[in-house]
């Protein structure tokens, strides 16, 4: 996925013809990953179906069967049953757990009655991606109100294959079928490319969208996952990245539960914790949505008054919001959270995602694995420990010499302790090794604590 896909780190944001600033995503070493990889859903669904049937030559149970529909869904306590229509004729399907994953539309979530609520934004886009050998640089550009005037707002950035998206901002009540017609979206993009740049168009749409999201992600045994459970506008990059999120949370928890080695209560905060996920993702795509299309004269107001400073005055560059780019949430407030040391960085307190560093010629998130790891900075751990049925991976590293584990672990800390969920986020921390204390900790992150309480 990282060959194919297209990074950039600089972004770069101009309003008219003036560049206000640029910025780099990635303005720390000593990560294995890059900030950003542009990818088409298409292509990132093709990786995924590859790691599915190597999983499945492994011998994982998973079966893939296209050109199903499911017509009818009845939620029980404890199961569901779904009728499933196929080329072939119905059948009917009883199962523990029904993961929605079925999109902006999802029908399961129709079927159940449940809403999605949220606001609604009037302004129309259109995506128009285009084939170009091009010698733009493989940054993020966008324009406030540009000077070839395609749209109120522009955005360009890179794709794999030589494709590059444009969205333009085209305002309120268009008349879509005009606007989609070649010879329109070839004037708005020459315009914006300059006339000596060859193009072929791609493909093209013309969107609306939402903020919204599902009350609660799980209804008994049914649990809504991506765009089923939760929508944003595209600025920020937070729609595949905030589904791919909620399975890194959902997988662990949901193979806990149906193993037998957590409680139900653990699959209530897969909805508490995706929920805060989606409200911060919401209210950044909210917030970039509203700078971007201003809503009243008083808003655009103050929007251009912030572009104009931006252009001058640093302050005001952090003000102007074309979409902050999406991030994985620090999980603060979580039942699952365990004891914390106050003098640890911030950075890595209980409910962050860990962030990288470099060990040795290996990489952090790398050796951290999909388990419960027991992570040791300079401190004295068993090479072995188990609690509640489930063995911990232990990882003993030194922060000699090493500046970034020591930064974002470590602080002014000599030695420190991490408990590690099976998706990378930070479950608790210690000074030292103390049995009871990281078998507590597991046994809250397990929310084993919920069941008790
Ligand atoms: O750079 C961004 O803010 C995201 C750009 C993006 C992502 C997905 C679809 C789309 O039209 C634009």
Redesign the pocket.
């Known amino acids: 996925m990282l060959a194919k896909g297209v990074q950039w780190n600089v972004g770069k944001v101009f309003h008219d013809n003036r560049l206000l600033y640029e910025f780099n995503l990635l303005p720390e070493n000593d990560h294995a990953f890059p900030a950003f990889v542009n990818l088409q859903q298409p292509l990132f669904e093709k990786f995924l179906h590859e790691a599915i049937v190597k999983a499945q030559s492994q011998g994982a149970p998973i079966e893939i069967r296209g050109g199903n529909r499911i017509d009818v869904v009845v939620r029980h306590e404890d199961h569901v049953t779904i009728d499933v229509m196929t080329p072939d004729g119905p059948y009917v399907l009883e199962a523990d757990w029904l993961v929605a994953c079925d999109g902006a539309r999802s029908p399961i979530r129709s079927m159940l009655g449940l809403g999605f609520d949220g606001r609604v934004f009037e302004d129309n ?1 259109l ?1 128009a991606d285009v084939k170009m050998k091009a010698d733009f640089p493989t940054e ?1 550009w966008f324009w406030f109100e540009p000077h070839f005037k395609s749209g109120d707002s522009a ?1 360009l ?1 890179k794709q794999p294959d030589d494709i590059w ?1 444009i ?1 333009f901002q085209l305002g309120w009540n268009v008349d879509r079928q005009k606007e989609l017609q070649p010879e329109n979206i070839r004037a708005r993009v020459s315009a914006m490319l300059g006339p000596n740049v060859d193009y072929e168009l791609d493909w093209c749409s013309i969107y609306k969208f939402q903020c919204r999201r599902m009350d609660k992600f799980r209804h008994g045994p049914v649990l809504f996952a991506g765009d089923s459970a939760h929508q944003v506008s ?4 937070r ?1 595949a990245n905030s589904g791919v999120q909620d399975a890194d949370n959902l997988g662990w928890k949901l193979a806990l539960v149906v193993h037998g080695l957590a409680p139900d209560a653990l699959l209530d905060t897969y909805d508490s914790e995706r929920v805060y996920g989606a409200d911060e993702n919401i209210a950044n795509s909210t917030r970039a949505t509203d700078f971007i299309t201003p809503k009243s004269a008083i808003s655009k107001l103050f929007r251009d008054a912030v572009l104009q400073l931006a252009e001058t005055v640093p302050f005001a560059r952090t003000v102007v919001n ?2 902050r ?1 999406s991030m994985p949430c620090t999980y603060d407030g979580s039942p699952l959270n365990g004891p914390d040391v106050a003098s640890f960085p911030a950075r890595t307190r209980p409910g962050s995602p860990c962030p990288d560093a470099l060990i040795g010629a290996d990489w952090l998130l790398h050796l951290l694995g999909g388990n419960f790891t027991l992570l040791a900075i300079n401190a004295d751990v068993p090479t072995t420990f188990s609690a509640y049925g489930i063995p911990l991976s232990v990882l003993s590293v030194s922060g000699r010499d090493n500046k970034a584990l020591v930064e974002r672990y470590l602080g002014h800390a000599t030695r420190a302790v991490y408990l590690i969920r099976p998706d990378q986020h930070v479950a608790a921390r210690f000074e030292h090794f103390n049995a009871k204390a990281v078998a507590a900790a597991l046994g809250r992150a397990l929310a084993k604590e919920l069941v008790d309480a």
């Open positions: 886009f995506i993020r955005l950035h998206r969205d595209p600025f920020g990059a729609g074309s979409g780019l």
